[in-house]
């Protein structure tokens, strides 16, 4: 039997048999280096023409996020950007500094940086009020079609709550000291923005979408596996645990030092995990990680950014055979973890699509 890419893509997920492994790169990063007329297109026409199977990761959102009685201003002058949220005749501001050479901007300072700050988010989370966006989400996988498949985002942060203050409003070091210093302020911000975070869970689930995504960016360089079970792990297993209600997979992008959380993600209930390589992006093998998660787990990945940038084609080939042999028993879906250097050629695009489907099961 001859699946569509979408149906190729969801078996894998769901660790299904495929007629073949599917193959779709993430193309963060490189996409924003091409030509104009090629970006015009759009990624879809991209990965299709390279003979992909298009994961849309991050693509969907059946839910919009409006803080009541804020007014929110984005500034920018050069290449320095602030995002101000105001309320009440007080602020929360964000700047972001624009790299030239990645063409990305990077939050480079934090909104929260004290106890009455903390406060003052509480105070925004609290109002803060969640819509479904149904109808449109609805749209969109209907004019995608079976041409691929989208993983539809969660999260007010399209991620965990601890892992958003993490990123976004206060930072690595800082939450850890407010966890310590502040707990009661905390506890009482993450039971707020869960329950935002799940009212959007709620949504997606009586969506149409297919499967489910948010960007964790799990990794042990800002959470020890402790961390991790405390503040994250509950959570994410109250999502999966509502998303199997409904059979839509749940896949978590983890793009970073994951050796060491991979059994919580199992235990949390994930069908699928995203963004798995090898050194040093990450800090295993795709052979470990098939070790370590139960084949009711499936991996998406495979090539570290840096080998899909540097590896003549045939080099490539050989070590996707290795992996098509290790991964043979699971659901795999084959791409590069997290993003794409802009200098990878094409031609190692379209090598990789041509292997896999001269690989059927």
């Given at each position: 039997?001859?699946?569509?890419?979408?149906?190729?893509?969801l078996?894998?997920?769901?660790?299904?048999?495929?007629?073949?492994?599917?193959?779709?790169?993430?193309?963060?990063?490189?996409?924003?280096?091409?030509?104009?007329?090629?970006?015009?297109?759009?990624?879809?026409?991209?990965?299709?023409?390279?003979?992909?199977?298009?994961?849309?990761?991050g693509?969907?959102?059946?839910?919009?996020?409006?803080?009541?009685?804020?007014?929110?201003?984005?500034?920018?002058?050069?290449?320095?950007?602030?995002?101000?949220?105001?309320?009440?005749?007080?602020?929360?501001?964000?700047?972001?500094t624009?790299?030239?050479?990645?063409?990305?901007?990077?939050?480079?300072?934090?909104?929260?940086?004290?106890?009455?700050?903390?406060?003052?988010?509480?105070?925004?989370?609290?109002?803060?009020?969640?819509?479904?966006?149904i109808?449109?989400?609805?749209?969109?996988?209907?004019?995608?079609?079976?041409?691929?498949?989208?993983?539809?985002?969660?999260?007010?942060?399209?991620?965990?709550?601890?892992?958003?203050?993490?990123?976004?409003?206060?930072?690595?070091?800082?939450?850890?000291?407010?966890?310590?210093?502040?707990?009661?302020?905390?506890?009482?911000?993450?039971?707020?923005?869960?329950?935002?975070?799940?009212?959007?869970?709620?949504?997606?689930?009586?969506?149409?979408?297919?499967?489910?995504?948010?960007?964790?960016?799990?990794?042990?360089?800002?959470?020890?596996?402790?961390i991790?079970?405390?503040?994250?792990?509950?959570e994410?297993?109250?999502?999966?645990?509502?998303?199997?209600?409904?059979?839509?997979?749940?896949?978590?992008?983890?793009?970073?030092?994951?050796?060491?959380?991979?059994?919580?993600?199992?235990?949390?209930?994930?069908?699928?995990?995203?963004?798995?390589?090898?050194?040093?992006t990450?800090?295993?093998?795709?052979?470990?990680?098939?070790?370590?998660l139960?084949?009711?787990?499936?991996?998406?990945?495979?090539?570290?950014?840096?080998?899909?940038?540097?590896?003549?084609?045939?080099?490539?080939?050989?070590?996707?055979?290795?992996?098509?042999?290790?991964?043979?028993?699971?659901?795999?879906?084959?791409?590069?973890?997290d993003?794409?250097?802009?200098?990878?050629?094409?031609?190692?695009?379209?090598?990789?699509?041509?292997?896999?489907?001269?690989?059927?099961?």
């Open positions: 039997m001859e699946f569509t890419p979408k149906q190729r893509l078996a894998a997920i769901e660790g299904r048999p495929t007629d073949y492994l599917p193959f779709s790169p993430f193309l963060a990063y490189y996409f924003d280096f091409l030509p104009l007329e090629v970006r015009q297109k759009g990624e879809l026409d991209y990965l299709i023409q390279m003979g992909a199977d298009p994961l849309l990761r693509h969907l959102q059946a839910y919009s996020v409006h803080h009541k009685g804020a007014d929110i201003s984005d500034n920018t002058n050069g290449n320095k950007r602030i995002l101000i949220r105001s309320l009440n005749k007080r602020e929360l501001n964000s700047v972001y624009y790299s030239e050479a990645a063409r990305s901007w990077f939050l480079t300072e934090y909104p929260v940086k004290d106890l009455e700050d903390l406060k003052f988010l509480i105070k925004l989370m609290s109002q803060t009020e969640i819509l479904p966006e109808d449109r989400t609805n749209e969109q996988i209907r004019a995608l079609g079976e041409q691929g498949l989208y993983l539809a985002i969660l999260g007010i942060d399209l991620k965990s709550s601890f892992q958003g203050l993490l990123e976004n409003w206060i930072g690595t070091e800082n939450l850890i000291y407010f966890c310590m210093d502040y707990p009661d302020e905390i506890n009482e911000l993450l039971r707020v923005m869960r329950g935002l975070n799940l009212k959007t869970v709620e949504y997606t689930a009586s969506s149409d979408a297919p499967a489910c995504l948010s960007w964790e960016d799990s990794s042990t360089t800002n959470v020890s596996p402790a991790y079970s405390e503040y994250i792990l509950p994410i297993s109250q999502w999966c645990n509502l998303l199997g209600q409904v059979k839509k997979p749940y896949v978590q992008h983890a793009c970073g030092h994951i050796k060491d959380l991979l059994p919580l993600f199992a235990q949390q209930g994930n069908a699928c995990v995203e963004s798995v390589g090898t050194p040093p990450n800090n295993i093998t795709i052979a470990e990680a098939n070790s370590v139960p084949k009711t787990v499936s991996i998406i990945g495979g090539i570290e950014p840096t080998q899909l940038l540097n590896d003549p084609i045939n080099k490539l080939l050989e070590y996707v055979d290795e992996l098509l042999y290790i991964t043979k028993d699971r659901g795999f879906i084959l791409s590069n973890s993003s794409c250097p802009p200098g990878v050629e094409y031609e190692k695009f379209t090598a990789l699509s041509q292997f896999v489907k001269s690989h059927k099961a």
